[in-house]
């Protein structure tokens, strides 16, 4: 089983980008879909990106569609949610999860996973 493990977060202006990557340890992402989750203090964690394990399907959360981008490398062994156009509202600890799932399925809802890392700051302020 993979290890997620995040990193790429910080304090950033609004308008600004950033970009965050999410390695294996241990292992690839071969046949894992991969998907970005966020948290906001006193909030519910949210879906914000999934990419399949083939890279021929991805979902977005509407609050970030045209604004992130999830890819993920032809090797397996990383995942990135590049953000563009940050706002306030994108505050929040970004959470990368892997599913073991071969092909096209892009799973969307935080129970269908089962490897978590430990969260990376995001923070959108001026």
Not at 32 to 40: C, G, K, L
Not at 67 to 96: H, N, W
Not at 103 to 113: K, L, S, V, Y
Request: hydrophobic share 35%; net charge positive.
């Amino acid at each position: 089983q993979v290890q997620p493990v995040e990193s790429g977060g910080g304090l950033v202006q609004p308008g600004n980008s950033l970009r965050l990557a999410c390695t294996a340890s241990g292992r690839t992402f071969s046949n894992y879909a991969m998907a970005w989750f966020r948290q906001a203090p006193g909030k519910e964690r949210e879906t914000v990106a999934v990419i399949s394990s083939s890279g021929g399907s991805t979902y977005y959360e509407d609050s970030v569609k045209g604004r992130f981008i999830i890819s993920r490398d032809a090797a397996g062994k990383a995942v990135y949610l590049q953000m563009a156009r940050l706002k306030p509202e994108d505050t929040a600890v970004y959470y990368c999860a892997a599913r073991y799932a071969p092909g096209d399925w892009c799973p969307t809802r935080d129970h269908e996973f089962n490897s978590w890392g430990q969260g990376t700051q995001v923070t959108v302020s001026s």
